[in-house]
Nanobody, 126 residues
Framework: QVQLVESGGGLVQAGGSLRLSCAAS????????MGWFRQAPGKEREFVAA????????VYTDSVKGRFTISRDNAKNTVYLQMNSLKPEDTAVYYC???????????????????WGQGTQVTVSS
């Protein structure tokens, strides 16, 4: 079993920054592909970013490229999502997810992930 706990959400003005954290327990993040997803009210959950278990590969959805950075700290067993230049359209509940099974690529589909956190709200005001 893997437990994921997100934190770091909040209310920020457009152009501001937030750093989300996802603390994992039960497995080391270096043995997992880790992803961030978000879901805005009335919309489907969408992929945001992911990092491979090797830590070498990161992938992003186009709308956040150049603004968001996914990283991890193996010593703290935590994955981060640094979000800069935030826009009102980034407003959503952000979820951390973990994929147990190595596939040779970094998964973007939510159905691939095995464990999910409870989510943290990010609200960007205009």
């Amino acid at each position: 079993q893997v437990q994921l706990v997100e934190s770091g959400g909040g209310l920020v003005q457009a152009g501001g920054s937030l750093r989300l954290s996802c603390a994992a327990s039960g497995r080391t993040v270096s043995s997992l592909d880790m992803g961030w997803f978000r879901q805005a009210p009335g919309k489907e959950r969408e992929f945001v970013a992911a990092i491979s278990r090797s830590g070498i590969t990161t992938v992003y959805t186009d709308s956040v490229k150049g603004r968001f950075t996914i990283s991890r700290d193996n010593a703290k067993n935590t994955v981060y999502l640094q979000m800069n230049s935030l826009k009102p359209e980034d407003t959503a509940v952000y979820y951390c997810a973990a994929d147990l099974t190595p596939a040779g690529w970094v998964p973007r589909r939510g159905s691939t992930y095995d464990y999910w956190g409870q989510g943290t709200q990010v609200t960007v005001s205009s």
